[in-house]
Nanobody, 116 residues
């Protein structure tokens, strides 16, 4: 079955950096675009970044453009999210996601907390 396992979250101060990883299994990883989402307490889930299956096309939420970078290693079946210049508004649970057919799969999420 499809499994997505995120890691790399933690607590940093404003201006700090974190690199999230998401290990995927149970599907042909290289055939699908991958996504990162986040959800802060009391807020709707926000799509942060998208990366095409080959890795040549990216999309970012306006709130993270220029600060976050999504990448993937198809050989290792892993997608990454490099997050720089973090600020308290980036505090959230971050999830990786894949859409296969009509179904959306997400991992359990990893907490990112940014303090001022």
């Amino acid at each position: 079955q499809v499994q997505l396992v995120e890691s790399g979250g933690g607590s940093v101060h404003t201006g700090g950096s974190l690199r999230l990883s998401c290990a995927a299994s149970g599907f042909t990883f290289s055939a699908y675009a991958m996504y990162w989402y986040r959800q802060a307490p009391g807020k709707e889930r926000e799509r942060v970044a998208r990366l095409s299956h080959i890795g040549g096309s990216t999309e970012y939420a306006d709130s993270v453009k220029g600060r976050f970078t999504i990448s993937r290693d198809n050989a290792k079946r892993t997608v990454f999210l490099q997050m720089n210049s973090l600020n308290p508004e980036d505090t959230a649970v971050y999830y990786c996601s894949v859409e296969i057919g009509f179904r959306v799969y997400r991992g359990q999420g990893t907490q990112v907390t940014v303090s001022s």
